[in-house]
């Protein structure tokens, strides 16, 4: 590779923290000494979080996939600040470079460099050079255009840390006497934890161990345990086939995919408008043309 690895300590330490944390909060949820009110918030929390990542910054600001109304932009920009997984426009720029450059230098979260880092260890040390080189050419100018994620970019620092773990920990103890480290360790650590290590699957086991029915020339796979923890994420062939698809799979409303089911819901409220998707021949076509024919020609068809 010849590039030289340089670790980013301050990262190591802080993700050795999170998960000394986290598995105290995987002790007291084991051991049941935690209030059920708690145990509801926690999970409240989590699946607004991973919303705001998928339903957020993935499909709507990543591949601009549909379009929102103000209510649910908000309502997806706190869920994604909940999720502390980087700013929007971070996130975005980023997952952007991974869409176009995947699997090389500059791709920041290459899999060809192994499980670890392409699942962590990636946050953990300086970029290749060439993933800022090739991201300038990156068109960022939708995000940079938006007020609201704007807005969040700038006071991220403040607003990360009070909406991720400050609040979490602090509601179970005013609201219902949740004993303080309690709530530190399972509402803010270990949901953190728990949200970063389903994310990051994606980029790892989402790049090496399922099927490829779309494009077999592709590194990313569709991986069915991956999908349904990360509502509906883990189709990742599909996905990298067609990224521009709101329902980041051909097929998939239910368990397989809440995410889609949550923008259906919210496009009957009418707060998310103009779902860009395609059609069955185009998917199709590039099975034909691209893809290993395991049965996925009968599920296009149906
Ligand atoms: C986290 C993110 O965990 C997880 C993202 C996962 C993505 C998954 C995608 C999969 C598909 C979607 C499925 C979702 C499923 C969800 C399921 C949920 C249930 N383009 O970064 P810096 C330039 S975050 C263009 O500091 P270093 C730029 O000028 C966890 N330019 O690089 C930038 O300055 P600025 C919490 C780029 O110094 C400058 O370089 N967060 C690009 O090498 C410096 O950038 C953390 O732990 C680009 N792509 O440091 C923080 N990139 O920004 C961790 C960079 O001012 N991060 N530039 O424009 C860090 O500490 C650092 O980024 C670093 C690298 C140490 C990793
Ligand atoms: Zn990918
Ligand atoms: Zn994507």
Redo the contacts with the bound molecule.
């Keep these: 590779m010849g590039q030289k690895l340089e670790i980013?300590w301050t990262?190591v330490v802080?993700f050795i923290m999170y998960h000394y944390f986290a598995l105290h909060g995987l002790y007291h949820l084991a051991t049941a000494s935690v209030l059920p009110k708690t145990l509801l918030w926690f999970s409240v929390i989590l699946i607004m979080s991973?919303q705001g990542?998928?339903a957020g910054a993935?499909r709507l600001w990543s591949h601009k996939a549909f379009k929102v109304k103000l209510p649910l932009k908000v309502f997806l920009v706190v869920c994604q600040t909940i999720a502390?997984?980087?700013d929007i426009y971070?996130?975005a720029?980023?997952?952007r470079?991974?869409h176009k450059y995947t699997d090389t230098k500059a791709d920041?979260h290459d899999s060809t460099r192994g499980f670890f880092f392409c699942h962590m260890g990636?946050?953990l040390?300086?970029?290749h050079p060439e993933?800022?080189i090739q991201?300038?050419t990156?068109d960022m100018s939708d995000l940079e255009a938006d007020p609201l994620v704007m807005f969040q970019r700038k006071y991220y620092f403040i607003l990360a840390p009070v909406f991720s773990f400050i609040i979490p920990t602090v509601v179970p103890r005013f609201f219902w006497g949740e004993n303080v480290y309690v709530s530190l360790c399972v509402a803010a650590m270990l949901r953190y934890m728990i949200?970063?290590h389903?994310?990051?699957l994606?980029?790892s086991a989402g790049h090496m161990w399922g099927y490829k029915p779309y494009d077999r020339f592709i590194t990313p796979v569709e991986n069915t345990v991956v999908a349904y923890?990360?509502?509906g994420?883990g189709w990742h062939n599909y996905h990298h086939t067609f990224p521009q698809d709101y329902k980041g799979s051909e097929l998939g409303v239910t368990l397989d995919n809440v995410t889609t089911a949550f923008i259906h819901f919210m496009n009957k409220i009418g707060w998310a408008y103009d779902l860009k998707t395609v059609s069955k021949e185009e998917v199709l076509k590039r099975i034909m043309k691209n893809g290993i024919l395991n049965g996925a020609v009968e599920i296009a068809s149906t």
């Design positions: 980013v990262n802080l991973n990542i998928t993935h502390f997984q980087n971070e996130w720029r980023d997952h470079v991974h920041p990636w946050l040390c300086r970029k993933v800022a991201g300038k990156i949200s970063l389903i994310t990051w994606v980029n923890l990360t509502l994420e």
